[in-house]
């Protein structure tokens, strides 16, 4: 039998249809990639999370553009920068109205859903829009008996929900999952809000790590010397600037301020530890619900989580330093159609690249306006000869919360040049004291804990002018706006 011409387009349109791959995307909530066994961890092992690196992609080197909450998922959400989707801090909620990869994908027939962590603003107006079905966790939300905000008119009903939030959060996308339409492809978010501050374990983890020494990062002890004044100015030092609700127990007052450190330092990270050991199962769940439908082979899976955090590292916790722990986003994915397992890339890949990667997915075109790459060459092993070997960074939220002053900067394979412009600009949930601007020069060859600013080192005097070239034409390129005393 023969077909007609158009009949044979409908014929391949229909197996497109039901063929698209499926994506799940995985993201939890300051989850920094030193602590996944696929990187290497010292601290824990991570066997569920390790599967999809196993039988897939490891990114070694993935950035955020600003490493925060709010604005990181702005950004992946719409594949642009904060200055253009305007969630340039947690004070500013997304404008609705924006596009978004879930919307696009919803459009062009996939089931879509996102459970967990939204974060982008609550009330009606900022309700997640371009899914079939959600239910988000209200703010923050809690690890423990959490309300969540279920899909519904104006705004969503609120409702709490019995349990620990990881365990609930699977279960409702494994729920949703099971409903689906299994002619159609789908696209769910699985937003996990830990390990996210306050580092709250359940039950059946809790005994983890108990009489076990957590070995410290390098550079614990940190000083803050040979840097700008912002590392010293930063209050999120471990145990000094931590309260009872982060260590779950009273603070001893007796204790030099290292001493503290120290002893703080195994006290959270263990908690830390305990509340990824929760992710790390219910993942577990989610990978193989997938292989016992079959639909492993045909699915596209991402972990990553919406920025780094410091795990005690320079002596912090927390993360809105460019600084490599905070900067550095753990990013593994699997798609056995295309990307060979155990494979890892070294090219440089951006949270604003991510919803370029599902629409092409999904055969969509990206849209002009999206600023990622699509790295879909990557997947295959493919580094375009045009890829980028430079990026730029930008951290608004001046001062809040932790007292981090406002920066941008670039980084390329080997340095880092960061400009501490620290003034509020009017963002919202910033704080209006400004200081005189100080740049910083990091040799991530010969320095990689960056300890050590060599910007004023006349050694390095040509290379400062070269990245403050590159750094204000790349601020150019993504129309950002370069701060009033960098202009020399
Ligand atoms: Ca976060």
Redesign the pocket.
């Known amino acids: 039998m023969t077909m007609t011409d158009s009949a044979s387009d409908a014929a391949h349109n229909d197996s497109m249809q039901n063929t698209r791959p499926n994506i799940l995307f995985i993201m939890v909530?300051?989850h920094a990639s030193h602590a996944m066994s696929c990187y290497g961890s010292r601290i824990n092992q991570t066997p569920n999370l390790d599967r999809i690196a196993n039988e897939g992609m490891r990114f070694d080197n993935c950035f955020c553009t600003n490493a925060?909450?709010t604005p990181?998922r702005a950004a992946i959400l719409t594949g642009t920068y904060n200055h253009v989707n305007e969630v340039t801090t947690l004070d500013t909620p997304m404008d609705n109205s924006l596009q978004t990869f879930p919307k696009l994908l919803q459009a062009s027939g996939y089931q879509t859903a996102v459970f967990g962590k939204w974060h982008l603003g609550t009330g009606p107006e900022h309700c997640p829009t371009g899914f079939d079905d959600w239910a988000v966790l209200p703010g923050q939300g809690l690890y423990h008996n959490p309300d969540f905000i279920f899909k519904g008119p104006d705004g969503g009903t609120r409702r709490t929900v019995k349990g620990y939030v990881t365990d609930l959060i699977t279960d409702m996308s494994l729920d949703w999952l099971e409903q689906r339409d299994e002619d159609r492809p789908f696209c769910l978010l699985y937003h996990h809000k830990a390990p996210?501050r306050s580092w709250e374990p359940d039950e059946k983890h809790a005994h983890l790590y108990l009489n076990e020494h957590i070995p410290e990062p390098e550079t614990l002890f940190d000083d803050y010397s040979n840097r700008a004044s912002a590392a010293e100015a930063a209050t999120m030092r471990v145990g000094v600037h931590m309260g009872t609700a982060d260590l779950k127990c009273e603070i001893s007052s007796s204790l030099s301020e290292q001493e503290l450190r120290r002893w703080a330092y195994q006290r959270y990270i263990k908690d830390y530890l305990r509340v990824i050991a929760s992710i790390d199962d219910n993942v577990g769940r989610v990978l193989d619900y997938l292989d016992e439908q079959g639909l492993t082979k045909n699915t596209l899976v991402i972990y990553t989580?919406?920025?780094g955090f410091f795990l005690g590292d320079h002596g912090w916790y927390d993360?809105r330093f460019m600084y490599e722990e905070s900067l550095r986003m753990p990013f593994i994915l699997r798609y056995p159609k295309e990307v060979e397992a155990g494979s890892a890339n070294e090219d440089m890949l951006l949270n604003v690249d991510f919803a370029p990667l599902f629409l092409d997915i999904a055969g969509l075109p990206i849209p002009e306006n999206f600023q990622g790459d699509n790295p879909r060459p990557l997947l295959r092993g493919e580094t375009p000869s045009d890829w980028r070997t430079a990026m730029y960074y930008r951290y608004w939220m001046h001062k809040a919360d932790h007292n981090v002053y406002a920066h941008y900067g670039i980084r390329t394979k080997r340095y880092k040049l960061i400009y501490y412009y620290a003034d509020t600009l009017a963002q919202m949930g910033a704080i209006d004291e400004t200081y005189e601007p100080e740049w910083e020069l990091f040799d991530l060859e010969q320095d990689p804990f960056e300890l050590n600013s060599v910007y004023d080192d006349s050694a390095y005097a040509e290379i400062v002018s070269e990245l403050k070239a590159e750094l204000h034409c790349l601020q150019a390129e993504v129309g950002d706006t370069r701060y009033e005393k960098d202009m020399d």
């Open positions: 909530d300051d925060i909450c990181s996210h989580s919406d920025q993360k």
